[in-house]
């Protein structure tokens, strides 16, 4: 922190400035007061910056995207003014040092501390993520140590995950030390590359150095993307932890919830409270207090001049008048409220009722009412929060539109029906977990059709604490997957004719990332807030109906006990009629449980699920630790059995296949493992695989399948090697199987394979461009899909009997991290979905 200086703006908007706090590629960064007194960070862009037309729109979408993140952990937006002479932005002021700072100052922080700090970081990932953007950025610099907890700042290379880039194309963005494989090999970065950063964040917390290094650049983007990481002087459990967020391939990183859990298992709220600091580390929070209050008294010191100082953060001679910035610009009001999104302030702005250009009918299914109208919905397509944008461009968003502080209620006739429970459900039992496998029972309620629930005071953890040992199984610095990574897909054959029209198109709200599931003449989709949306196969332009208020779970519904079943907060199942949408049964397995993904069904009435056991340690709201868990559910029973997930198989993606007998999954050590659904999860066999082993796995009658450098068979009943086969060059990445064959995608060349299945004949192998490999193969009757890397290119139909590629489809939208979700029934319908929308797709 620095006084000003004479060519520095006394006035930006209606803050006065106090003090320079530093500078970066942007712009300065000052602080500030408002009339009120309030302390705030101001960041100026510089002004040659601002002269560019292309940067300004950059800008504008920057505070678009920050003022739409809320959160504990980060800083959140105030104020700014993209569209002055002297563009700005404001932020709450944070009193306190850098990570960086405080470790050049005092060294390597304690486990406890940077423990505590992931879980805040994490968190404050969480929020971003949930915004739908990428940070890109994250290092010790952004990162500001509080007295209450951490505050990621900084978003000024975020990226929505829409697609729209915020920074200029052709660049390099972000820190090299801590960048993550995709940035340093100019590959498409999702949230899981913000996971690989923070990885390499708390390494410098804990050991003071980054976990690689290099003499060069291009010595240390190399060992970003294929060296093992420096954890030598990372005591544990930290370097287990950290293992799980470096790991090269994005699939099989942690995600930012189970991060915080593996670090604070009662919540991050339970450890980021007064003396989460060591003393010394604290003594430069007040430091901060005192400097800013004495630069502020400065400040207004009148005089003919200020003094100023050459320091840390450069030297100079006072400006001329005419080198002098502009001081001040027009002032921008409050982009977004605090903790909600832009979409929703834009909203609130126009006024009650305001909405997309279009509004679509939900039905009310509540009890047994039977259909009816309950509200309008809004239903608009994807739009650049600032201002409108073409999905297949960047055009100028327009002048900057500032939102009102307050919040503009929805219409009395709009809101949403207070829950129809009539009495609090009543659990008939509620047994303590146990080391043996015991019982679960649910309380059988019969509520009406619910609107989506409060959240849980409980924060969604499931993880096992001391399940970070799973880490060890990363630190040798797994091979990145080479669809990621190469430049070209070679030259691939053209398809053979068009596309087939859709059918139909159905257009509405954003939908989750989980393909359609089929029955009845149907297809059954997740979208937010959290719904069910049941589209007829023969013109599914319009819902058949909705249900309402099922959780965010990434997973399709589930067809079992005559039912669509979906999760809903808490430690709930939501049964829900298939053909008429109306709700079954409810079974709540009360608080000390947490449900969090559906893994499969069996046996017509059995559905597993993975989801937490909350041991409480007192009566107050919010402590518990938690322990992974598999939960067997018997839906006729009201039933389920905990079984607690061994420690390697905690912190990577858990996509098993469920079977009528077995639970079939790759586990945190690379292994093929096979459990039994009858006997309370027992281990039947495990097969070793190694470090490419891809977590999605297939079954075909009685063989597993599993792939990395090699396709390999196993019998599903004792793990015996059938067959394998090895990929040429590069890896198989993503399984799918139908009939007596089972397919894989290739990375060196790209394209498909097909195997027999039943002793490994290769049969046949269709060149394509460049795939995404992180979702199953889709496949059908008489074809296959695999979807474009780009989701913008669409995807491909592949003939299941020559091998032959049959055509692309795609709709020329580019939605960033929203995947193209691939299903087909084997009858002739393919049903294809694309972030608001399906396309209903004939494929006789």
Known sequence: MQPLRP?????????????????????????????????????VIRPEMAEDKNFRIRFRREVAAAAAVGGVYTAPVLDAAPDAETPWLATAYIPGPTLAEAIALHGPLPVDTVLALGAGIAEALTAVHAEGLVHRDLKPSNVLLAADGPRVIDFGIVRARDGYELTGAGGLFGSLEYMCPEQATGDPMGPEGDVFCLGSVLAFAASGQAP???????????????????????????????????????????????????????????????????????????????????????????????????????????????????AGGTRGSVYATVGRSAYETDVAERGPGAGGPGTGCVRDTRGTHGPGLVAEAPVREPADPVGSVDPTGQPDPGPYRPAAYAHTPAPADAQAPAHAHTSPPVRESAPAPDPEPAPLCASASAPAHRRTPAPSRFPRRTILAAGAVAGTALAGGAALVAARRKPGGGQAGRPAGPPPEPAWVYRGGPLLQAPAVFTGGTALLKARPGNIICLDLANGSQPKWVYQGISLSPTPVLLSYGAAVALGTGATLIGVDPAGGTERFTLDFGEDYQFDQLLGSYDGYAVSVLGASLQRQSAEAGVATSTNAVFGVDLQARRAIVIPINPEDVGVPLQPVTTSDYFVYADGLRNVSVRNTRDGGSLRWRHHVGYDLRPGLAVLGETVFAIGSELIALALSTGKLRWKSKAGRGMFASLGAGGNTVYATGTDPYGVHAFNAANGSHRWFCETPRLNVDNPIAVGAHAVYVPAFENKDGFYAIDTASGRLLWNFTDGRETGVNDWQLSCDGAGHLVAQHFDRAYGLPVT
């Open 7 to 43: 060519e520095d703006p006394e006035q930006l908007g209606p803050y006065r400035l106090v003090a320079r706090l530093g500078a970066g590629g942007m712009g300065r960064v000052y602080l500030a007061t408002s009339s009120a007194g309030r302390t705030v960070a101001v960041k």
């Open 212 to 326: 690689f290094s290099g003499a060069a650049a291009a010595s240390l983007l190399y060992q970003v993307v294929h060296g093992s990481p420096d954890l030598s002087r990372v005591p544990e459990p930290l370097d287990k932890i950290i293992s799980l967020c470096l790991a090269k391939d994005p699939v099989l990183r942690i995600d930012p919830d189970r991060l915080s859990a593996a670090c604070a298992p009662g919540g991050a709220e339970q450890v980021l409270t007064e003396g989460w600091l060591p003393p010394r580390v604290a003594a430069l929070i007040a430091e901060h207090r005192a400097a800013a209050t004495d630069l502020d008294l400065l400040a207004r010191t009148p005089g003919p001049a200020r003094p100023w100082t050459d320091g840390p953060g450069g030297s100079g001679t006072p400006g001329s008048p005419d080198s002098v910035p502009p």
